[in-house]
């Protein structure tokens, strides 16, 4: 089974019940289930897609009387890019501040730990300057609206290899987080 594969059958339900609510929006609730679930999905499986549609603002809830309603959103294409955004922004002020305190805790972590902490930062540093960059490509594709948060992203990353090179475990601890950031950075191709 692939790593990836549950995270395709997360994309697959939120398909699912997306295309239904818009095919049937007379479906109040409990019809809504009835038709989903058991042939797509378990009854808690549904509930957790519902809430992270409901979260992600690609749906909304109508009350009529005592019955649920779900809608699509009229905006979700502008609530999907806020949603971004904030976390992308708030995940990058959490990051900074992990790192402020990299200094004086980083060497007192056992070696695992240094390797667990360090390379979970430079991944998530990745991650978050891929945030800016496709929020960059959605508000506009010829300019970079980003530029110091990548350049902040940039001397984050410097700064978590100086604490790693200046490290007593540096010998052992590079190989192990550069094993563990290779596998989010780009492969060669060798297809012709």
């Known amino acids: 089974m692939s790593q990836y594969e549950p995270r395709k059958n997360q994309h697959e339900r ?5 295309q239904t609510i818009k095919d049937n929006p007379e479906l109040h ?7 989903i679930v058991p042939e797509f999905m378990a009854k808690t499986t ?3 897609t519902r809430d992270a549609l409901l979260q992600k603002e690609i749906i909304l809830v109508e009350k009529k009387g005592n019955m649920k309603f779900y809608r699509l959103s009229e905006n979700y294409e502008l609530n999907s890019q806020h949603h971004i955004e904030r976390d992308t922004h708030n995940t990058f002020h959490d990051l900074k501040m992990k790192i402020k305190k ?3 805790d980083f060497s007192h972590k056992d070696i695992d730990e240094k390797i667990s902490f360090a390379s979970r930062l430079l991944y998530d540093l990745i991650l978050v300057d891929n945030g800016f960059t496709v929020l960059d490509s959605i508000k506009n594709p010829n300019k970079t609206l980003y530029r110091d948060e990548h350049l902040t992203i940039q001397q984050l990353i410097f700064h978590v290899f100086e604490i790693i090179r200046k490290d007593k475990d540096s010998q052992i601890l590079f190989p192990a987080i550069f094993s563990n950031v290779g596998t989010i950075l780009p492969k060669p191709s060798f297809e012709t």
């Open 46 to 48: 549904f509930e957790k």
């Open 14 to 18: 939120e398909r699912i019940l997306f």
């Open 102 to 104: 990299i200094d004086t």
């Open 29 to 35: 609730h409990n019809l809504l289930i009835k038709k």
